[in-house]
């Protein structure tokens, strides 16, 4: 290898090793589509067209007609780990700071933990709220020591 080869590896390889070590220091945050990306993309593949699973289209009025079936789901999570509503809505509301902190900066401030509670977890007995509360699958839906 020629010493211009040799110069380019070193510098491709320091590159890649600093922007890995910048990347290693970043949290993993769930953000909003950027604006800035948006133009030229059609809309459908960046607005839910059925439900709205965080706070970031809550409130969209062509959802509301889901928002009921989001109040079923949590019922049936709360009817399945054996668990009460009241149960499952003290232990959410109990790491609620842990799951603001899942968004970006200042994408759920305008939110009380009681509404961020709701509209992100109870209401929606999905995934997130298995996962928020330890839950992997039917079988440790009740195990809330890991929460």
């Not at 290693?24 to 607005?47: C, M, Q």
């Not at 009025?61 to 780990?81: G, I």
Request: charge should be negative; hydrophobic fraction near 30%; proline fraction near 3%.
């Amino acid at each position: 290898m020629d010493s211009s080869s040799i110069q380019i590896q070193e510098m491709v390889r320091n590159t890649r090793e600093r922007l890995e070590a910048d990347f290693s220091k970043l949290d993993t945050k769930i953000h909003r589509f950027p604006r800035g990306l948006r133009p030229g993309i059609n809309e459908r593949y960046v607005t839910p067209n059925f439900v709205s699973l965080g706070p970031y289209h809550h409130g969209s009025p062509h959802l509301q007609e889901t928002e009921e079936l989001k109040h079923v789901a949590a019922h049936y999570f709360c009817e399945m780990s054996g668990h009460s509503v009241e149960e499952v809505y003290g232990k959410i509301i109990s790491i609620v700071g842990e799951a603001r902190s899942c968004y970006a900066d200042g994408a759920v401030a305008n939110f009380t933990d009681a509404e961020f509670a709701e509209l992100t977890n109870l209401k929606q007995g999905s995934r997130s709220v298995t996962e928020y509360a330890g839950a992997r699958d039917r079988e440790t839906v009740g195990d809330w020591d890991r929460a």
